[in-house]
């Protein structure tokens, strides 16, 4: 790689974890909502919620579509959050 390029490289990947730093606020403040959601379920069986699932993926591909976005990549983003937190969910569950 060139020194040029090099340089370049080295401000992008500087921009990519600023980026990262927003990313891991706006996590926070998730799982911070989703202690608040798992406190108000009674059951664990409510913690999935397959029609809520498909109305997200379905919002984040319109989303990604208008944006220019390759869905695939929201899509495996948002399917992993989801199911990250609903092992999240289930681990904190104190209910019946």
């Known amino acids: 790689m060139s ?11 500087g921009k990519l974890d600023k980026l990262d730093d927003k990313l891991i606020n706006i996590i926070k403040l998730r ?3 989703v202690k ?3 406190k108000l ?5 409510e913690i999935v919620d397959k029609n809520r699932i498909s109305i ?3 919002k984040i591909k319109k989303k990604s579509i208008s944006k220019n ?6 899509n495996r983003i948002w399917k992993n959050m ?9 681990k904190i569950f104190k209910k019946k």
């Open 3 to 13: 020194p040029k390029n090099k340089k370049k490289l080295n401000i992008l990947r």
């Open 31 to 33: 799982t911070n909502l």
């Open 36 to 38: 608040e959601v798992v």
């Open 41 to 45: 379920k009674e059951f664990k069986n």
């Open 56 to 58: 997200i993926l379905k």
């Open 69 to 74: 976005i390759d869905t695939k990549i929201t």
């Open 82 to 90: 989801i199911w990250s937190y609903i092992n999240y969910e289930r």
